[in-house]
């Protein structure tokens, strides 16, 4: 199936609108509530916390927009991808927690490897021409 014409290219673009534009606010947020996100990756035993919540930021921007515009599609899944599955079992570590806070870490645990699945078909996806897109790649 063609993913630059047709239903399919209009399905792509609105998957591209809504996962990278999730990702993109994500990222924007981790700019905007710096502190209090350093505060928890302080929590959680982060190294450099608020290099790594701005680092995490500038990742889901950029693989946030990369997504959305089809700019570097490969290079900005697989960002996407590689920060999900990382926050998953650094910041979302169920396991290791009181059994009060246990619900709402499994949440947000399976919401990033959810997330990070989606990322996954769009890197599988980078190699096809996709409409609508900057079409830029490496």
Known sequence: MALDTGLAAI??????????G???FQGLNHFMNAEEMTGYA?????????????AS????????????????PA?????????????????HDFWAVPEEQQQDEIT???KNVELAG???VFLALSGET????VGMTL
């Open 57 to 72: 930021g500038v990742m889901l921007v950029l693989g946030g927009l990369g997504i959305l515009l089809g700019v570097y």
């Open 75 to 91: 290079l900005a899944a697989g960002m996407a991808a590689t920060f999900l599955v990382v926050a998953a079992f650094t910041m």
């Open 130 to 133: 996709w409409a609508y897109a």
């Open 22 to 24: 999730i990702l993109t």
């Open 118 to 120: 989606a990322a996954l």
């Open 108 to 110: 947000n645990f399976l």
């Open 42 to 54: 302080e929590m959680k035993g982060l190294l450099a916390p608020g290099f790594n919540v701005i």
């Open 11 to 20: 399905l792509l673009l609105v998957g591209r609108v809504l996962f990278g």
